[in-house]
Nanobody, 120 residues
Framework: VQLQASGGGLVQPGGSLRLSCVVS????????MGWYRQGPGKERELVAR???????EYADSVKGRFTISRDNAKKTVSLQMNSLKPEDTAVYYC???????????????WGQGTQVTVSS
């Protein structure tokens, strides 16, 4: 099972980007899916996450600007980022709690990270 993230890039302040992450491989179930980020010299932090029922949680710094969504059938999670600020610059990682079969517990999986740079 792998998580493949895409959609990062360079954008000017006030601009928008959309990140996507797809889970590949055979799985039994998906639980939480989310996005974390790690800026230069900073620890990795939660940006947003969403349950399989659609309940969401956001970091205070992105509330009102970012929107997380998921498609359970396609095993994808997306992050729409609007009104981007220089302080949003970071490597963004997708994350998912996955159960591979009914006998195994949930396990935390990470994608490879995608760079988001907000600069004029």
């Amino acid at each position: 099972v792998q998580l493949q993230a895409s959609g990062g890039g360079l954008v000017q302040p006030g601009g928008s980007l959309r990140l996507s992450c797809v889970v590949s491989g055979s799985i039994f179930s998906l639980n939480y899916m989310g996005w974390y980020r790690q800026g230069p010299g900073k620890e990795r932090e939660l940006v947003a996450r969403i349950t399989n029922g659609g309940s969401t949680e956001y970091a205070d710094s992105v509330k009102g600007r970012f929107t997380i969504s998921r498609d359970n059938a396609k095993k994808t999670v997306s992050l729409q980022m609007n009104s981007l600020k220089p302080e949003d610059t970071a490597v963004y990682y997708c994350n998912a709690f996955i159960r591979l079969n009914s006998y195994l517990p949930l396990r935390n999986y990470w994608g490879q990270g995608t760079q988001v740079t907000v600069s004029s």
